[in-house]
């Protein structure tokens, strides 16, 4: 189905925690979004390659290893560098409220921390993501 949202849900870095990566995935499908997730341990690089080659939609990370600003920054200059820069990008994870502010600025569309609900997130999804025609 073509005008179902394609979503790449990534785990960059060394973190070895996917369970909420994987209940992510698991809700934005049950919404009814395609969804390809990549596994864990993933480059920037790699997972900018899933991104274009799936032809997704938007890209969400799951960053628990401290390492946010690093990822987010880099998976943004590839998007940049690979003509990707109409994918939504948007993370969740540890990431402190300070840090918020410069994502955003580098083009990080949302960041989802602890506490935030299955629903908020495929809502934000549901209203800031676009498929391409």
């Known amino acids: 189905m073509a005008d179902r949202i394609r979503i790449v849900i990534a785990k960059p870095g060394l ?3 996917d369970r909420g990566a994987k ?3 698991r809700a934005l499908r049950d919404a ?3 969804v390809v997730y990549t596994g864990l341990h993933q480059t920037p690089e790699q997972i900018v390659q899933t991104v274009i080659q799936e032809d997704a939609d938007a890209v969400g990370l799951s960053i628990l290893s401290g390492a946010h600003m690093t990822l987010f920054k880099r998976t943004v200059e590839l998007l940049a560098e690979n003509d990707a ?6 993370g969740g994870g540890i990431v402190p409220d300070a840090d918020i502010p410069e ?3 580098l083009g990080v569309a949302k960041i989802f921390t602890p506490g935030a609900t299955m629903d908020e997130i495929v809502a934000w999804v549901q209203q800031h ?3 391409d025609a």
């Not at 820069?85 to 948007?90: K, P």
């Open 15 to 17: 973190d070895g925690h």
């Open 23 to 25: 209940v992510i995935a």
């Open 32 to 34: 009814g979004m395609e």
């Open 85 to 90: 820069t109409d994918v939504v990008l948007f």
């Open 103 to 105: 994502l955003e600025q």
């Open 129 to 131: 993501v676009t498929v």
